[in-house]
C-alpha cells in the first residue's frame, strides 16, 4: 500500500498573498506544516503541488532548497494539478491537505488515513460535517476514485477545490467521515487572513520551545489558559473560498444554457 500526500500551495492567494512564506520564528509557515506532516506515520512521501504562475517561482525555489519535492500544473485548475502529480507516483492512496493549514495535527492526519483503509472507502474526510478545528482538515482517497473525480468533474468549484465531486455523488461513492470526541468546529486554526495568521505565530511562539511537537490537546490547554487568544480571529467563517466558487458554478451553469 502506498499513500501519497499532495499538499496544495500557492503564493497568490486573494486576502493573504505569500501567506505560505511568512515567518514564524525564523521558518516559512509551509515548512513548519511540512515538518509536522513529515510525522505521519502513514504517509510514504509528501510532494507540494504548486502552480506554474511565475508569482509561485519563488515558493517552488524555497521548497527545493529544502529538498521537498515539488510538482508544478495548472493555477486554476488545481483538480487537473492533483491528479497529475499523483499520476507520477501511481499510489494506491491520495491524501489532500492545504498549505493553509501551519497547524495539522500528525495523530489526526493518521487516524483519518487508518479510517480510511479500515472502512475500505472511497473518500474518507473529517470534515463533511467538521467537528475538528477549521485546518485540521485531512482528506483522503483511493487513487482510482481521484481519477473518476478527474475524468468527469466541470463545474468551477469541483477543479477548484478538487473533491466537491465526490461528496456530491454519494450513491456512486464510499464517503466515510472521521468525527472528534468533541465538537470542535467553531475554532479556527487555518491561515485566510491576517489574523489567522497573528494567531497560528502566537501558538508556535508560546508552544514550540516548550514541546516542538504539540499537539492539538496542547493548543486547546494554552487556549483555556488563554481564552483571549481566540478572538483574535473568530470573526471569519470556514469555507470562504468555496463559497465564492459556488458563484463562479451558478454563472457556469447559466452561460451552458445558452
Known sequence: MHVLAVLQARMSSTRLPGKVL???????MIMWQIEREMRVS???KIVV?????????????VLEKN???VYRGSLNNVLDRYYSVATLYNPDHVVRITGDCPLVDPDV????ILEHIEHDADYT???SPPSWPDGLDVEVMKMSTLKKTWEESELPSELEHVTPFIRRHPNRFKIHNVVSDIDLSELRWTVDEKEDFEFVKDIYENLHFINSN???KDILDYLKNNPEKSNINSKYTRNKGSKSSLIKDDQYLQRSKK
Open 22 to 28: 511568512k515567518n514564524i520564528l525564523g521558518k516559512s
Open 42 to 44: 502513514l504517509i510514504d
Open 49 to 61: 503541488a504548486t502552480s506554474t504562475d511565475y508569482s509561485d517561482d519563488i515558493l517552488a525555489e
Open 67 to 69: 529538498d521537498v519535492s
Open 109 to 112: 492526519i493518521n487516524k483519518v
Open 125 to 127: 474526510t473529517n470534515c
Open 214 to 216: 504539540f499537539k492539538t
